[in-house]
Every structure is written in structure tokens, then in C-alpha cells.
């Protein structure tokens, strides 16, 4: 069964199985029922893997609707005590992990 990203939603109830794997490593692998967005299971997914460097593949099942979604995701960290000029106040600080979201 074919859905477009639109129809992809998750209801709280709904068997949720996802991973994030980056470099052929699993960083982190969640499932569960307790889920209400595909935001909620990204979260709980970036949350586990903790700081990690590189391009990521996030894989998410709804068991329950029966669709899988896989996206990519990258992050980079910014190198400590380089000299930054900080122009916007939402800009991270030294140290902090960009998320740069891709193809979703």
C-alpha cells in the first residue's frame, strides 16, 4: 500500500517500531505505543543517540497502519574554540550540534 508522506501520521495506540542508524551503526532503536507525531518518535530517536557526527538514516514503522518511512538526517559540530561571530540570537553556541534535516 503507497502513501505520501501526508497521509503518514501516528495515533497514540499505534505500534511504533523506528531506528537511526549512521555509518552502518545503530544508535538508537525505539518501539512502542506511546507515540502521537512522527516529531515525538524523532525526538525520542535523537534524545537516545546523543551527539553524533555525520549523515543518519531514521527508519520509522507503524506497525498498526501498516506504512514505513525512511529519512535522512546530518548533523555537524561545530569546532570548539573557533571563532565564531554570532549574529542572530537563536544561533547555537560553541560546542552545539547543528541539525541540518534532509529528504524527508
Known amino acids: 500500500m503507497n502513501k ?3 497521509d503518514r501520521k ?12 549512521c555509518n552502518g551503526r545503530r544508535l538508537a532503536a525505539v518501539t512502542g505505543i506511546d507515540f502521537t507525531s512522527l516529531e515525538a518518535v524523532k525526538r525520542a530517536l535523537l534524545q537516545m ?7 543518519a538514516v ?13 529519512s535522512a538526517l546530518a548533523t555537524m559540530r561545530c569546532l ?3 571563532s565564531q561571530r554570532v549574529t542572530a540570537p537563536s544561533a547555537p553556541h560553541v560546542g552545539a550540534q547543528y541539525l541540518i534535516p534532509w529528504a524527508s
Open 4 to 6: 505520501n508522506n501526508d
Open 10 to 21: 501516528v495515533n497514540w495506540g499505534d505500534k511504533i517500531c523506528a531506528s537511526l542508524e
Open 49 to 55: 543517540a546523543g551527539r553524533y557526527t555525520g549523515m
Open 58 to 70: 531514521m527508519t520509522v514503522r507503524n506497525c498498526t497502519q501498516g506504512w514505513r518511512d525512511v
Open 80 to 82: 570548539p574554540g573557533a
